[in-house]
């Protein structure tokens, strides 16, 4: 039982107990605790805020094929201690997931992770761009959204037919948007600092005229589209209008695009490279503003963890990617309101991964137990050498941050007490 805290979801806030047993939320009110079982175990969590269980849309637990960097388990770890009852693994693994076989594999492997793990599909074989995966035999599966992320579908015709599809069998496609010619093999964003640092850059458009083309393609299909970590303030403009217009289309930001620049590659230190690379200030200005009036519907990790030998080369050389999933809510409160955070990483991303059956729902009585606590006035410093992830590539290091977990509950089963891992 959960006494003394304020319950947050979609329904706004108010002073509750929660009573979780056999899994499920039994009671939720001022006066809950009379219901509680009788031997129940009792979690102070006055002064704390109880939500439903975050959802990451976009994490990279790298298994198979890159243990060294990160496991289901240990990615499942991190994301529990992060306040996560769910995550979305990525499919560029190794071999990718653009098949049933793997998608089954790493299914198993999330069934021993102390959270749940849904998994998303490749667009294409190999994830080279050229042939569709076969989507039916992954949704089938209960494959709900697909990606070639890592790289964006580049050929328009065969992204129009992946929309066609997936139409069809009522799933999502997530666009990683980056035109690659235009890309250029730039390692940051392009701008004043990319011309005085020396390094290649990725210019704006890069992202935009995916953004655009594939606009127009869901206009032309009626498909499902969610654009994936989106850097630009050209992009938040495009999605903005495409929702006007009653597209289908969502979007994400990840913590790391709304609180850093390309600014912090002034050093040439290969921990702030990322794809999409850090951007603008006024980038940075116009994606908060996006997810303050909610044109940006998630926030979303991008967790991508690279063992410390394959992350530490020159800037140039090293492969793109930052940890997320232990910082992802202190990051994006120091942004954002509690209320609005919480909608942009539980019950909206919850929604859009097809989760929301048992993830971001309202608290209440006969709900699946997949909650978090809170502790939004703690304060707490970044030390890399304490994370659960298997890397250490977190561009948060010393960084001190407000609002903590205390408690992370997955369908019933507390997974994180005090901060610390029970499973
Ligand atoms: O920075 C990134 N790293 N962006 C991506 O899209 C892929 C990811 C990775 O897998 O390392």
Same mark, same amino acid.
């Given at each position: 039982?959960?006494?003394?805290?304020?319950?947050?979801? &979609? $329904?706004? @806030?108010?002073?509750?107990?929660?009573?979780? %047993?056999?899994?499920? +939320? /039994?009671?939720?009110?001022? #006066?809950? =605790?009379?219901?509680?079982?009788?031997?129940?175990?009792?979690?102070?969590?006055?002064?704390?805020?109880?939500?439903?269980?975050?959802?990451?849309?976009?994490?990279?637990?790298?298994?198979?094929?890159?243990?060294?960097?990160?496991?289901?388990?240990?990615?499942?770890?991190?994301?529990?201690?992060?306040?996560?009852?769910?995550?979305?693994?990525?499919?560029?693994?190794?071999?990718?997931?653009?098949?049933?076989?793997?998608?089954?594999?790493?299914?198993?492997?999330?069934?021993?992770?102390?959270?749940?793990?849904?998994?998303?599909?490749?667009?294409?074989?190999?994830? &080279? $761009?050229? @042939?569709?995966?076969?989507?039916?035999?992954? %949704?089938?599966?209960? +494959? /709900?959204?697909?990606?070639? #992320?890592? =790289?964006?579908?580049?050929?328009?015709?065969?992204?129009?037919?992946?929309?066609?599809?997936?139409?069809?069998?009522?799933?999502?496609?997530?666009?990683?948007?980056?035109?690659?010619?235009?890309?250029?093999?730039?390692?940051?964003?392009?701008?004043?600092?990319?011309?005085?640092?020396?390094?290649?850059?990725?210019?704006?458009?890069?992202?935009?005229?995916?953004?655009?083309?594939?606009?127009?393609?869901?206009?032309?299909?009626?498909?499902?589209?969610?654009?994936?970590?989106?850097?630009?303030?050209?992009?938040?403009?495009?999605?903005?209008?495409?929702?006007?217009?009653?597209?289908?289309?969502?979007?994400?930001?990840?913590?790391?695009?709304?609180?850093?620049?390309?600014?912090?590659?002034?050093?040439?230190?290969?921990?702030?490279?990322?794809?999409?690379?850090?951007?603008?200030?006024?980038?940075?200005?116009?994606?908060?503003?996006?997810?303050?009036?909610?044109?940006?519907?998630?926030?979303?990790?991008?967790?991508?963890?690279?063992?410390?030998?394959?992350?530490?080369?020159?800037?140039?050389?090293?492969?793109?990617?930052?940890?997320?999933?232990?910082?992802?809510?202190?990051?994006?409160?120091?942004?954002?309101?509690?209320?609005?955070?919480?909608?942009?990483?539980?019950?909206?991303?919850?929604?859009?991964?097809?989760?929301?059956?048992?993830?971001?729902?309202?608290?209440?009585?006969?709900?699946?137990?997949?909650?978090?606590?809170?502790?939004?006035?703690?304060?707490?410093?970044?030390?890399?050498?304490?994370?659960?992830?298997?890397?250490?590539?977190?561009?948060?290091?010393?960084?001190?941050?407000?609002?903590?977990?205390?408690?992370?509950?997955?369908?019933?089963?507390?997974?994180?007490?005090?901060?610390?891992?029970?499973?």
């Amino acid at each position: 039982m959960l006494r003394g805290a304020d319950v947050v979801d &979609a $329904g706004g @806030r108010r002073r509750a107990d929660v009573v979780v %047993a056999d899994g499920v +939320v /039994r009671a939720v009110g001022p #006066d809950a =605790a009379a219901d509680a079982p009788v031997r129940a175990r009792v979690l102070d969590v006055s002064g704390c805020v109880v939500a439903p269980g975050l959802v990451d849309l976009h994490a990279h637990l790298r298994q198979p094929g890159a243990e060294e960097a990160e496991t289901v388990e240990t990615g499942g770890q991190a994301a529990a201690l992060g306040g996560y009852s769910a995550v979305v693994a990525m499919p560029n693994t190794d071999p990718p997931v653009d098949c049933a076989a793997v998608a089954k594999e790493v299914l198993a492997l999330g069934r021993r992770s102390p959270v749940e793990v849904a998994v998303a599909g490749a667009i294409t074989v190999g994830r &080279a $761009g050229k @042939r569709l995966a076969p989507m039916g035999e992954l %949704a089938a599966l209960g +494959v /709900r959204l697909f990606t070639d #992320d890592g =790289a964006g579908v580049q050929d328009g015709a065969l992204m129009r037919r992946a929309l066609d599809y997936a139409r069809g069998l009522g799933v999502t496609l997530a666009q990683h948007c980056e035109d690659v010619q235009l890309a250029g093999g730039g390692a940051m964003h392009e701008g004043a600092w990319s011309s005085r640092l020396g390094l290649p850059g990725v210019p704006v458009a890069a992202e935009e005229a995916m953004v655009a083309r594939d606009i127009a393609l869901v206009r032309l299909t009626g498909g499902r589209l969610h654009f994936l970590h989106l850097s630009t303030a050209g992009s938040v403009e495009l999605v903005r209008r495409a929702k006007a217009e009653g597209l289908s289309v969502s979007a994400e930001v990840t913590p790391h695009h709304l609180v850093l620049t390309d600014a912090a590659c002034a050093g040439y230190d290969p921990i702030f490279k990322v794809s999409p690379p850090l951007r603008a200030d006024h980038d940075v200005a116009r994606l908060r503003a996006g997810l303050e009036d909610g044109t940006i519907d998630a926030i979303a990790t991008d967790h991508a963890p690279h063992a410390p030998e394959a992350k530490d080369l020159p800037f140039d050389e090293a492969p793109p990617g930052m940890l997320g999933l232990e910082t992802a809510l202190a990051v994006s409160l120091s942004v954002l309101d509690l209320e609005r955070a919480l909608a942009c990483l539980s019950w909206r991303p919850a929604a859009i991964a097809g989760l929301a059956a048992r993830h971001g729902g309202p608290v209440a009585e006969g709900a699946q137990a997949n909650l978090c606590v809170i502790d939004p006035a703690a304060t707490w410093t970044v030390d890399p050498a304490r994370l659960a992830s298997r890397s250490r590539n977190t561009p948060y290091a010393g960084w001190t941050l407000t609002g903590r977990v205390r408690h992370t509950i997955v369908a019933g089963d507390a997974v994180v007490v005090d901060g610390e891992l029970v499973r």
